[in-house]
Structures are given as C-alpha cells and as structure tokens.
C-alpha cells in the first residue's frame, strides 16, 4: 500500500517516511507523487487543517495520506501564533520576521512558556485518525543555534539547557512535537 505525505518539505519527508516507511510499501511526498496541489487552511485548530489537508490529498490520489499542521502556541500571547505561525508576520515562510515579531511581542514579559504543537492526520478511505503531539519549552530572549528552522531559534528548552536550534536534528527528531505525532501514528497502525 501507497502512503502519500502532504508536504514538499524535505525535512518533515525524512522525519515521518524514517519511522512509516516500515508500515508502507511506499512512502512519497507530494511532488514524488506528482500531486500539484495547495489546500486552503482556514480550519481554527491544528486538527481541522490537518484533516483537510489529509482528506484532499487521499482523495486526489485515491492512496492512504498523512497531512500535519503544527506551529508555536506561546502562553503569554493568548496562543498566538498557533495555527498562523508559517505566516505570523505576514509572509508564508518567512522564518525570521515571524520569529522576530514574537520576540518584539514578547519584550518585557516575564511569562515565557510556550510549546510546539503537531496535529498529524491520517486518512485511508473512510477512515481517520488524529494525533498531537507537544514539546514544551520556553521563548528565549534572543535567537540561539544553527539547527532546525521556523522557531528554533528562540525555542528553549530547560531541561537540556539550550534552544531547539542548538540540539542535533537526531535529538530533536526524539523528542519533538511531530515525532511525538509520528510515534502515535505508528502506534495505532501497529494495531
């Protein structure tokens, strides 16, 4: 059985086809599927984006499909920018503006808990199945680390002493929000 990953993005790809590859007789991106295609997310949850992104791709490619919407969730912020946070400051993936944005956001604040959050979506015909996964951290006052993208940078994370930026992306693929995602949806494709 074919599984088709909604993303182009070559570092969630190697993240979920490493772990789903094992349940699949083939694990593809969009593009090796040859799928041209961009879902609208105007869903208010992570879950609800997820969903309709897995559901548009199962349905264009008539294969079992895996969509994700994750983003930062800061508590001082009322949440934001959860499910904006790709185009917080205006721009579809502007890293640095929008990570910039929540650091001017964040000035004088001294509550600075925050998480990452990954819904993961899976559709198979008539059947789906959503799980999340978070990594709780803090927002550091400055950006710190060359590893990862988005939010790394400014996403500490205590108990290792260190922002999401300065770990190994092997670390990392332990213990973040999407791998804890990813581990669930192993889980239950187990049973």
């Known amino acids: 059985m074919k599984?088709?990953?909604?993303?182009?993005?070559?570092?969630?790809l190697k993240e979920m086809r490493a772990i789903?590859?094992?349940?699949?007789?083939?694990?593809?991106s969009l593009r090796e599927a040859g799928i041209d295609h961009e879902t609208v997310e105007d869903g208010t949850t992570f879950e609800e984006n997820a969903i309709k992104k897995a559901r548009e791709i199962a349905q264009i490619s008539g294969c079992a499909?895996?969509?994700?919407?994750?983003?930062?969730?800061?508590?001082?912020?009322?949440?934001?920018?959860?499910?904006?946070?790709?185009?917080?400051?205006?721009?579809?993936?502007?890293d640095i503006a929008n990570l910039n944005l929540v650091l001017e956001k964040m000035q004088g604040k001294d509550q600075r808990s925050a998480r990452f959050v990954c819904a993961l979506a899976y559709v198979n015909g008539e059947?789906?199945?959503?799980?999340?996964?978070?990594?709780?951290?803090?927002?550091n006052h400055a950006p710190v680390g060359e590893n990862g993208f988005g939010y790394d940078p400014i996403?500490?994370?205590?108990?290792y002493g260190c922002t999401s930026a300065e770990i190994s992306p092997?670390?990392?693929n332990q213990i973040s929000h999407r791998a804890k995602a990813i581990k669930q949806l192993?889980?239950?494709?187990e049973r």
């Not at 059947?127 to 927002?139: L, Q």
């Open 155 to 159: 996403f500490f994370l205590p108990e």
């Open 170 to 172: 092997e670390e990392k």
């Open 127 to 139: 059947e789906t199945a959503v799980f999340r996964g978070e990594m709780e951290g803090e927002i």
């Open 3 to 12: 599984l088709i990953i909604a993303t182009n993005n070559q570092k969630k």
């Open 20 to 28: 789903l590859l094992k349940y699949f007789d083939s694990v593809q």
């Open 65 to 94: 499909a895996v969509a994700d919407d994750s983003g930062l969730v800061v508590d001082a912020l009322d949440g934001e920018p959860g499910i904006y946070s790709a185009r917080y400051a205006g721009g579809h993936g502007d």
């Open 186 to 189: 192993a889980e239950y494709l």
